[in-house]
T-cell receptor, first 111, second 115 residues
């Protein structure tokens, strides 16, 4: 299994702050990257996807990809208590149909 | 409504039992997946089917047996499981083409406990 590394946390930020979640990967063939949010006892749900180097913004979420450094991150602006969850970094290996996941980072937003 | 439906939501079984997990997707996707999620571990890819043909089997023990009768349905047959097989089993689907970057869509999962 290809390696996807995430800091497991827990990461705690106060409400309204920026939460920064990071992910590194080892396979240079990887082309598609995804961030999923998983609430306790629930299944993962897609937050962001990114395929090209640079930033991609969607509302309060910004994904950043640097393929040269094999690094992808997720920024959450104006963090809300409802953002408290585990965030999973995932990649699609090349153009195949295999998706690999990190262990996830647990985020707690403190009111 | 997630578009990917898994049953049952919870399952408790003994080590000598035989049971099956069911997954159905209503999204018109052609690829379906089984993942295992254990505490403190990454999601483990178990099986992948593309157009109902198995394309991946990541060294999964034979006590797990997948079945994909068509592109909309996926089963995971379980027999003589071990307590360490207790986990959340997630089904997912994706459109999958080589030119497509579509993500996985997950079902709600089956929480399996082996006693």
């Amino acid at each position: 299994q290809k390696e996807v590394e995430q800091n497991s946390g827990p990461l705690s930020v106060p409400e309204g702050a920026i939460a920064s979640l990071n992910c590194t990967y080892s396979d240079r063939v990887s082309q598609s990257f995804f961030w999923y949010r998983q609430y306790s006892g629930k299944s993962p749900e897609l937050i962001m996807s990114i395929y090209s180097n640079g930033d991609k913004e969607d509302g309060r979420f910004t994904a950043q990809l640097n393929k040269a450094s094999q690094y992808v991150s997720l920024l959450i602006r104006d963090s809300q208590p409802s953002d408290s969850a585990t965030y999973l970094c995932a990649l699609r290996l090349g153009t195949g149909n295999q998706f690999y996941f990190g262990t996830g980072t647990s985020l707690t937003v403190i009111p | 409504e997630t578009g990917v439906t898994q049953t049952p939501r919870h399952l408790v079984m003994g080590m000598t039992n035989k049971k099956s997990l069911k997954c159905e997707q209503h999204l018109g996707h052609n690829a379906m997946y089984w993942y295992k999620q254990s505490a403190k571990k990454p999601l483990e890819l178990m099986f992948v089917y593309n157009f109902k043909e198995q394309t991946e089997n990541n060294s999964v023990p034979s006590r797990f047996s997948p079945e994909c009768p068509n592109s909309s349905h996926l089963f995971l047959h379980l027999h003589t499981l071990q307590p360490e097989d207790s986990a959340l089993y997630l089904c997912a689907s994706s459109p999958f083409t080589r030119a497509d970057n579509s993500p996985l869509h997950f079902g709600n999962g089956t929480r399996l406990t082996v006693t």
